[in-house]
Every structure is written in structure tokens, then in C-alpha cells.
């Protein structure tokens, strides 16, 4: 199972990983276009420009809430820190909603982390 844990670790970080750029791009691209839409002038292009820093902002915010604490498991993973292996459980069960991909990790994540051979890799202290 340890081979298990370290791939589970790997992905968690991969994952974690893509979020975190998904959150600098969504943020430089809306950016982006909030400048564009700001340059045209006018009243419309001011709530327009508004309106897509805010959601630029608002995505940066949720991207990352859902990128870092995947980078933190999978390095505990990794680590074979009893810390890790809870919040794995935890975040595994939530990337189930996530088709198709978040659900085929959370499915391999708690098949993994619930195995009695995992448990007994992560020491108690």
C-alpha cells in the first residue's frame, strides 16, 4: 500500500498543482479583459471592467482555497504524516463531486486511505 499512498500524494500535488495556475491565469486573463473593457471608456465599460476585476478576484480566492490544501496533503502523503492521511479522507470525499476526474481521485483516495494495511503506515505519535 505504500506505493498507493505515494501516487495518491503525487496526484494530490498535481491536482492541487493545477488549481493553483488555473487561479493565476483565470485572474491574468480576466484581468486582461477588465483592462480592455476599461480602455473603451464610458459608464458601461467602467461596470464592465468592474465586474470581471471582481470576478477575476473572486475565482483567484476559490482556486487557490481548492489548489493549496491538496499540495499540503499530498506533501504529508508523501510524508507519511498521520495529519495527511485525514485530510486526504476529507478531500478526497469532496473531489467526489468534481465528475470526472475529481471523482475518479476521491473514489481512489478513500479506497486507499481506508485500507487497514494504509492505516498502519502512518505512525500514531
Known sequence: MTTHVRIL?????VFGAFYVLLAFGSSILLGFLAALVGAQGGNDAVIGASVLGFTGAAL???????GIPGIV???GLLQLKRWARILGIVL????LI?????TMLGGYGLW??????????????
Not at 468534481?98 to 475529481?102: E, L, S
Open 73 to 75: 496533503a499530498g506533501i
Open 98 to 102: 468534481q465528475f470526472p476526474f475529481g
Open 92 to 95: 478526497s470525499a469532496i473531489s
Open 9 to 13: 500524494g503525487t496526484l494530490f500535488i
Open 60 to 66: 483567484f480566492g476559490f482556486w487557490l482555497t481548492i
Open 112 to 125: 486507499v486511505l481506508f485500507n487497514k494495511d494504509t492505516e498502519a503506515l502512518f505512525p500514531n505519535s
